[in-house]
């Protein structure tokens, strides 16, 4: 909402794109967006009224447009005062393309247009007016979000927690429990809701295998060119690529005899889709990271933790009791990853070799921060210990349960502040 706020009053402020997954509150938040922030938001929907499609394939001309759109809603769409708001805009790419003409003809007018599967859209060649929009991804609820949602007076204290603070066993106690909440419940709107009103994990089990329905339904829908059984395979093989040892990519393991010439088309549209994250492996740990990227060894990760743990199986007493499960750190890795994303510029990147591996390497201006995962107190990884003897990082993180305080080389910082991680450094 702050960044939505900042848009309207920008001077240069161009046709806004929101795009995100399925279910992550877009069409609830630009709603909400105009009903506080404008005298009226005029609000289209593509799937809904189909015979919108036809004005924006017809004609260019923005007042062209928005006279039909006015006499459709019954209400004159003014510049400055009416939000003017197109949902599951990827139904229609030739409204993405007269963007273009709102920015150079009619840009007093508010226009923002949403969808899911955006960055597959995005993505294709003159799908859009490169330079003439501005973008926002909107992701499910981070844990400080979620946190706010279900429990404001913990919120306050964790909002408050800065760099070298000691946390009290209280509170310590009370963020753990609240994370594992998360782990169970997702980030996604509806389930946070369900949650907050019923406290019914039943409903929330419900909600959540309801979106997965739905993405499996998106991926056979919007994959177009894409095969739709090679989406399929990869989508739902992530869970089983994430148990293996070293969790890497691998082909042969959708099918056998698969070569990634096959499926490279797949995975390129998951991550552009949004409901994929790839992790790219390095050959060197190096400045600038992307410059030692090996294009051919990377993870993928779910965007939001929740679907891992519902699509893994993976009961909430697992999570909830001291249990020895192997799949905790797939899922912990997943939650922290999911925390990370836009906290820094550069992507975070993983670095594996013979002698072991740095679970996520940060790039926060020319330092490269090395940072250790564990799902539980163990002790550090020899090959973190090593790379910290080594090369003698300025930062290295190691995230557990454990408390947040300075341990030598390294910093110890409970999972629960892993999307702190930028202003504690």
Same mark, same amino acid.
């Given at each position: 909402?702050?960044?939505?706020?900042?848009?309207?009053?920008?001077?240069?402020?161009?046709?806004?794109?929101?795009?995100?997954?399925?279910?992550?509150?877009?069409?609830?938040?630009?709603?909400?967006?105009?009903?506080? !922030?404008?005298?009226?938001?005029?609000?289209?929907?593509?799937?809904?009224?189909?015979?919108?499609?036809?004005?924006?394939?017809?004609?260019?001309?923005?007042?062209?447009?928005?006279?039909?759109?006015?006499? $459709?809603?019954?209400?004159?769409?003014?510049?400055?005062?009416?939000?003017?708001?197109?949902?599951?805009?990827?139904?229609?790419?030739? &409204?993405?393309?007269?963007? +273009?003409?709102?920015?150079?003809? &009619?840009?007093?007018? !508010?226009?923002?247009?949403?969808?899911?599967?955006?960055? =597959?859209?995005?993505?294709?060649?003159?799908?859009?007016?490169?330079?003439?929009?501005?973008?926002?991804?909107?992701?499910?609820?981070?844990?400080?979000?979620?946190?706010?949602?279900?429990?404001?007076?913990?919120?306050?204290?964790?909002?408050?927690?800065?760099?070298?603070?000691?946390?009290?066993?209280?509170?310590?106690?009370?963020?753990?429990?609240?994370?594992?909440?998360?782990?169970?419940?997702?980030?996604?709107?509806?389930?946070?809701?369900?949650?907050?009103?019923?406290?019914?994990?039943?409903?929330?089990?419900?909600?959540?295998? &309801?979106?997965?329905?739905?993405?499996?339904?998106?991926?056979? +829908?919007?994959?177009? +060119?894409?095969?739709?059984?090679?989406?399929?395979?990869?989508?739902?093989?992530?869970?089983?690529?994430?148990?293996?040892?070293?969790?890497?990519?691998?082909?042969?393991?959708?099918?056998?005899?698969?070569?990634?010439?096959?499926?490279?088309?797949?995975?390129?549209?998951?991550?552009?889709?949004?409901? $994929?994250?790839?992790? !790219?492996?390095?050959?060197?740990?190096?400045?600038?990271?992307?410059?030692?990227?090996?294009?051919?060894?990377?993870?993928?990760?779910?965007?939001?933790?929740?679907?891992?743990?519902?699509?893994?199986?993976?009961?909430?007493?697992?999570?909830?009791?001291?249990?020895?499960?192997?799949?905790?750190?797939?899922?912990?890795?997943?939650? $922290?990853?999911?925390?990370?994303?836009?906290?820094?510029?550069?992507?975070?990147?993983?670095?594996?070799?013979?002698?072991?591996?740095?679970?996520?390497?940060?790039?926060?201006?020319?330092?490269?921060?090395?940072?250790?995962?564990?799902?539980?107190?163990?002790?550090?990884?020899?090959?973190?210990?090593?790379?910290?003897?080594? !090369?003698?990082?300025?930062?290295?993180?190691?995230?557990?349960?454990?408390?947040?305080?300075?341990?030598?080389?390294?910093?110890?910082?409970?999972?629960?502040?892993?999307?702190?991680?930028? =202003?504690?450094?």
């Amino acid at each position: 909402m702050k960044e939505l706020i900042e848009w309207k009053n920008g001077s240069d402020r161009k046709p806004l794109i929101v795009k995100g997954p399925h279910g992550v509150g877009k069409t609830w938040l630009l709603k909400e967006f105009g009903r506080n !922030h404008y005298e009226d938001y005029a609000y289209f929907n593509f799937v809904e009224e189909e015979g919108l499609k036809s004005m924006f394939k017809i004609s260019k001309d923005p007042f062209r447009i928005l006279t039909t759109l006015s006499l $459709v809603c019954g209400e004159k769409i003014n510049p400055g005062t009416t939000l003017l708001i197109f949902d599951e805009i990827q139904e229609c790419p030739e &409204a993405l393309n007269v963007l +273009k003409y709102f920015r150079e003809k &009619a840009n007093e007018y !508010h226009v923002i247009v949403a969808g899911s599967f955006l960055g =597959t859209v995005l993505s294709e060649p003159k799908s859009y007016p490169v330079g003439m929009v501005d973008l926002l991804t909107i992701h499910p609820l981070f844990f400080d979000e979620f946190l706010e949602a279900v429990d404001p007076k913990l919120f306050s204290y964790y909002e408050r927690i800065e760099k070298g603070q000691s946390i009290e066993d209280i509170f310590h106690h009370y963020l753990l429990e609240a994370y594992r909440y998360y782990l169970i419940i997702w980030g996604m709107p509806e389930a946070v809701a369900s949650w907050v009103k019923d406290k019914d994990p039943k409903k929330v089990e419900k909600i959540q295998k &309801a979106l997965i329905e739905v993405y499996e339904n998106d991926l056979s +829908k919007h994959g177009g +060119k894409i095969n739709r059984g090679r989406l399929l395979l990869v989508f739902r093989s992530i869970v089983s690529q994430l148990s293996k040892p070293n969790e890497k990519f691998v082909y042969g393991a959708l099918k056998g005899g698969a070569r990634a010439r096959e499926f490279e088309e797949a995975i390129e549209w998951l991550v552009s889709s949004g409901l $994929v994250v790839r992790v !790219h492996n390095v050959s060197k740990i190096g400045y600038p990271l992307s410059a030692y990227d090996r294009l051919s060894q990377f993870k993928l990760y779910f965007f939001d933790t929740g679907l891992l743990k519902h699509m893994a199986g993976v009961a909430n007493d697992a999570i909830l009791l001291p249990m020895d499960d192997q799949f905790k750190g797939p899922l912990t890795e997943n939650f $922290v990853l999911q925390q990370l994303l836009g906290q820094f510029e550069v992507e975070p990147r993983y670095y594996a070799d013979n002698n072991g591996e740095i679970d996520f390497l940060l790039q926060s201006g020319t330092e490269i921060i090395p940072l250790e995962v564990k799902g539980g107190e163990g002790k550090p990884a020899p090959s973190f210990k090593r790379y910290i003897t080594e !090369h003698k990082p300025k930062h290295a993180l190691r995230l557990s349960l454990r408390g947040y305080r300075k341990d030598g080389d390294f910093t110890k910082i409970p999972l629960y502040l892993a999307g702190k991680i930028r =202003t504690l450094l």
